[in-house]
T-cell receptor
Framework: GNSVTQMEGPVTLSEEAFLTINCTYT??????LFWYVQYPGEGLQLLLK?????DKGSNKGFEATYRKETTSFHLEKGSVQVSDSAVYFC????????????FGTGTRLQVTL | KAGVTQTPRYLIKTRGQQVTLSCSPI?????VSWYQQTPGQGLQFLFE???????NKGNFPGRFSGRQFSNSRSEMNVSTLELGDSALYLC?????????????FGEGSRLTVL
């Protein structure tokens, strides 16, 4: 079946540090890939997405590239801010599976001054 | 534009009771899906409704059920509650069913079963 594996957290960084959160997936066919973010006390928000191999999703300074050869979709940001502190979820959806997203376990990011 | 609204936000029940959670999607969205979030299992898909029809269902027992009304509002029901049902239940809406995976989530209903 489909699965998503994320690096264990928490990840603690100083403000302006470089961020990488690793995500790999297992799926048959050609899934679409997503990063969702959950700020404290809130629901999930879509951060970025990529729908085919070599696509790069980007938003709010975050980027992730769909790498089919390594089945990866790592999240990166060049300079994190305190306001980026949240839980980040990697997810995939296969065409034809309705709105059934398969999520990773989430990675908590804590950014300090 | 109002977001996804879930009620109640918090509730406490005892084992054996049942609970009904409500979700109002973003205006114009016809698809509503439900997820359970727990520290141990993470986010797990429960089911999705589109135009009052269940389109997909996750691997949950029959105690978990749902429905959607003609105005796209949705409810989910859990009967014979167990301690393990304690979780944050998230509702998400989208314009149509499954085509993009771009879901808009509510803040969730946090259920505690004692």
């Amino acid at each position: 079946g489909n699965s998503v594996t994320q690096m264990e957290g928490p990840v603690t960084l100083s403000e302006e540090a470089f961020l990488t959160i690793n995500c790999t997936y297992t799926a048959t066919g050609y899934p679409s890939l997503f990063w969702y973010v959950q700020y404290p006390g809130e629901g999930l928000q879509l951060l970025l997405k990529a729908t085919k191999a070599d696509d790069k999703g980007s938003n709010k300074g975050f980027e992730a590239t769909y790498r089919k050869e390594t089945t990866s979709f790592h999240l990166e940001k060049g300079s994190v801010q305190v306001s980026d502190s949240a839980v980040y979820f990697c997810a995939l959806i296969k065409t034809g599976t309705a709105s059934k997203l398969t999520f990773g376990t989430g990675t908590r990011l804590q950014v300090t001054l | 534009k109002a977001g996804v609204t879930q009620t109640p936000r918090y509730l406490i029940k005892t084992r054996g009771q049942q609970v009904t959670l409500s979700c109002s999607p973003i205006s114009g969205h016809r698809s509503v899906s439900w997820y359970q979030q727990t520290p141990g299992q993470g986010l797990q898909f429960l089911f999705e409704y589109f135009s009052e029809t269940q389109r997909n269902k996750g691997n949950f027992p029959g105690r978990f059920s749902g429905r959607q009304f003609s105005n796209s509002r949705s409810e989910m029901n859990v009967s014979t509650l167990e301690l393990g049902d304690s979780a944050l239940y998230l509702c998400a809406s989208s314009l149509s069913s499954g085509s993009s995976g771009e879901l808009f989530f509510g803040e969730g209903s946090r259920l505690t079963v004692l």
